[in-house]
């Protein structure tokens, strides 16, 4: 499975920005996905995931109430609005898709994308 994260970009503090992560290779489907952050100098941590029917999701408390995940398996990809952006949003923002819900740590997952860059400015 390859996946592919875009949308990240530079915006000002209280904007919005769409994520956007497609896979190829094979459907995603049966996988839970999730979304992981990596600011400068600080360890990659995990933000939200949702489950492979998109009935369920979890948040980090710092997003929960601003970021919203969604996925389309037709289509095969998962999206991460993230709206009232905060310049402590600012990170390289990772997808990745796994087998268990609720799992944050990221060796749990089995597959990455690239990573897009977000930057909030205050």
């Known amino acids: 499975v390859q996946l592919q994260a875009s949308g990240g970009g530079l915006v000002q503090a209280g904007d919005s920005l769409r994520l956007s992560c497609a896979a190829s290779g094979r459907t995603i489907g049966t996988y839970v996905a999730a979304w992981f952050r990596q600011a400068p100098g600080k360890e990659r941590e995990f933000v939200t995931c949702i489950s492979w029917t998109g009935d369920r999701t979890y948040y980090v408390d710092s997003v929960e109430g601003r970021f919203t995940l969604s996925r389309d398996n037709a289509k095969n990809t998962v999206d991460l609005q993230m709206n009232s952006l905060k310049p402590e949003d600012t990170a390289v923002y990772y997808c990745?898709?796994?087998?268990?819900?609720?799992?944050?740590?990221?060796?749990?997952?089995?597959?990455w994308g690239q990573g897009t860059e977000v930057t909030v400015s205050s």
């Open positions: 990745a898709i796994g087998s268990t819900y609720g799992v944050v740590s990221g060796t749990s997952y089995d597959y």
